[in-house]
């Protein structure tokens, strides 16, 4: 059964706005999920966030654009009431990584690919920056 990775706003911006060396490592990522290596996922709020700074950054269409291959390649997570709850009582300090931590818990995802690891100290999941799950998982 492939390994089921959870990708944060973060990492998928780096692949989107080609940001120099993280930009790299989420594209190699992201070429081990279309090779079928990895099953990739993220939430409906990401995708927003994605729109959103793309948006600003670059323009509407490049946004749209992206986000279309995106979701051609990886999974998009519901985020409802519960997994909405569950965040709130979350021990978690920062809510919008709290939510995609229970996004990920409630789909049986057990890794998180972001560069801000330092907000998941409190998740019982294995949280990766891009860097070290290349060198971990890809180039073993």
């Given at each position: 059964m492939k390994?089921?990775?959870?990708?944060?706003?973060?990492?998928?911006?780096?692949?989107?706005?080609?940001?120099?060396?993280?930009?790299?490592?989420?594209?190699l990522i992201f070429d081990n999920i279309e090779k079928g290596i990895f099953e990739g996922f993220t939430s409906s709020i990401i995708i927003n966030?994605?729109?959103y700074i793309q948006r600003k950054i670059e323009s509407?269409?490049?946004?749209?654009n992206f986000i279309k291959k995106l979701i051609k390649l990886i999974k998009v997570l519901d985020v409802?009431?519960?997994?909405?709850?569950k965040a709130?009582?979350?021990?978690?300090?920062d809510f919008e990584d709290s939510i995609q931590n229970e996004v990920a818990l409630k789909n049986n995802i057990e890794t998180i690919i972001t560069r801000?690891?330092?907000?998941?100290?409190k998740s019982k999941l294995k949280i990766y920056t891009s860097e070290e799950f290349v060198n971990i998982k890809i180039r073993k």
């Open positions: 390994e089921k990775i959870f990708i944060d706003t973060d990492v998928i911006l780096d692949v989107a706005l080609k940001r120099d060396e993280f930009g790299l490592f989420g594209a966030n994605i729109y509407r269409e490049k946004a749209i409802d009431e519960d997994v909405i709850k709130l009582d979350s021990e978690m300090k801000n690891t330092a907000d998941y100290k």
